[in-house]
């Protein structure tokens, strides 16, 4: 396939994409590359790109221990469009012991890797099995919320490429439905203080990688001026909802999975 995915290293590990939670829990459709049983599973997002491994921020609401035999922690994490739910058990050993003793609410990031679910009554649910939790300050998710509406456009503008196989793909799987998430994006901005979202558009990198290309980045300006249009009204975080997801069997990917991720704090590149 083509073009709009990130490289991986050459660890075989993925970058770590920014996506909002509007978009994953719409993004069912799961996938590989190769007949291989070893290889990665993908997601694919409904804005034409592929992710193995993501990472967002938002305020942990809530933690509860669902296991039956042995612990498995959930947690919710809210960010401006919806809600991301995530599971960590003994294969998960860190993130669990994170979940069991922070207090909520309070600003995470999370690194991890999607996980999808097929309900009793034919439905797909959507989760993430989190490599790494981190407590943020408030700042450090405005950032995130910044940078993660500047990919979500880029995605948007890639999406017509004619080398966007991910994107044909995600036509046949979710039709061209595009506008929530474009959508989605200036809520977000919408819901920073327009001071905090002019500081954090200033130090974004991906802002400034964006420039490079005249229509994604001017999209993006339009966006944050919408954002500084409107934030003084700001708009309520919508917080989606999911069924409880059943406990998942350990795999060789779970094994996998519980690297340490190679960044414990910031809004770097996670790879």
């Given at each position: 396939m083509s073009a709009s995915s990130d490289g991986a290293e050459s660890t075989g590990r993925e970058v770590a994409k920014r996506l909002f939670a509007r978009e994953f829990n719409d993004a069912t459709y799961t996938f590989k590359e190769s007949e291989d049983e070893l290889a990665p599973n993908y997601t694919?997002?409904?804005?034409?790109?592929r992710v193995n491994r993501l990472f967002f921020a938002g305020t942990l609401t809530e933690t509860n221990d669902v296991g039956s035999d042995s612990e498995y922690?959930?947690?919710?994490v809210v960010d401006p469009t919806g809600t991301f739910y995530i599971y960590a058990g003994q294969y998960q050993p860190e993130a669990a012991s994170t979940l069991r003793q922070i207090e909520t609410p309070t600003y995470v990031t999370v690194v991890g890797k999607p996980r999808s679910y097929e309900t009793d009554d034919g439905n797909t649910n959507v989760a993430v099995?989190?490599?790494s939790i981190t407590q943020v300050d408030e700042p450090t998710r405005d950032r995130w919320v910044v940078?993660?509406?500047d990919q979500t456009i880029d995605r948007l503008e890639a999406f017509d490429a004619e080398t966007n196989d991910y994107a044909q793909m995600a036509r046949d799987e979710y039709g061209e439905r595009l506008s929530p998430y474009r959508e989605a994006a200036i809520e977000a901005l919408?819901?920073?203080?327009?001071?905090?979202a002019s500081a954090a558009l200033a130090t974004s990198e991906?802002?400034?990688?964006?420039a490079e290309?005249?229509?994604s980045?001017?999209?993006?300006?339009q966006v944050a001026a919408d954002a500084d249009t409107h934030a003084s009204g700001g708009s309520e975080e919508s917080v989606g909802s999911t069924e409880s997801v059943e406990s998942e069997e350990s795999s060789s990917d779970e094994l996998s999975g519980s690297e340490e991720s190679s960044e414990d704090t910031g809004l770097g590149e996670y790879e």
């Amino acid at each position: 396939m083509s073009a709009s995915s990130d490289g991986a290293e050459s660890t075989g590990r993925e970058v770590a994409k920014r996506l909002f939670a509007r978009e994953f829990n719409d993004a069912t459709y799961t996938f590989k590359e190769s007949e291989d049983e070893l290889a990665p599973n993908y997601t694919l997002l409904p804005t034409g790109d592929r992710v193995n491994r993501l990472f967002f921020a938002g305020t942990l609401t809530e933690t509860n221990d669902v296991g039956s035999d042995s612990e498995y922690w959930q947690g919710r994490v809210v960010d401006p469009t919806g809600t991301f739910y995530i599971y960590a058990g003994q294969y998960q050993p860190e993130a669990a012991s994170t979940l069991r003793q922070i207090e909520t609410p309070t600003y995470v990031t999370v690194v991890g890797k999607p996980r999808s679910y097929e309900t009793d009554d034919g439905n797909t649910n959507v989760a993430v099995r989190p490599e790494s939790i981190t407590q943020v300050d408030e700042p450090t998710r405005d950032r995130w919320v910044v940078e993660t509406a500047d990919q979500t456009i880029d995605r948007l503008e890639a999406f017509d490429a004619e080398t966007n196989d991910y994107a044909q793909m995600a036509r046949d799987e979710y039709g061209e439905r595009l506008s929530p998430y474009r959508e989605a994006a200036i809520e977000a901005l919408e819901s920073l203080d327009a001071t905090d979202a002019s500081a954090a558009l200033a130090t974004s990198e991906t802002t400034s990688d964006a420039a490079e290309s005249d229509s994604s980045a001017g999209d993006t300006e339009q966006v944050a001026a919408d954002a500084d249009t409107h934030a003084s009204g700001g708009s309520e975080e919508s917080v989606g909802s999911t069924e409880s997801v059943e406990s998942e069997e350990s795999s060789s990917d779970e094994l996998s999975g519980s690297e340490e991720s190679s960044e414990d704090t910031g809004l770097g590149e996670y790879e």
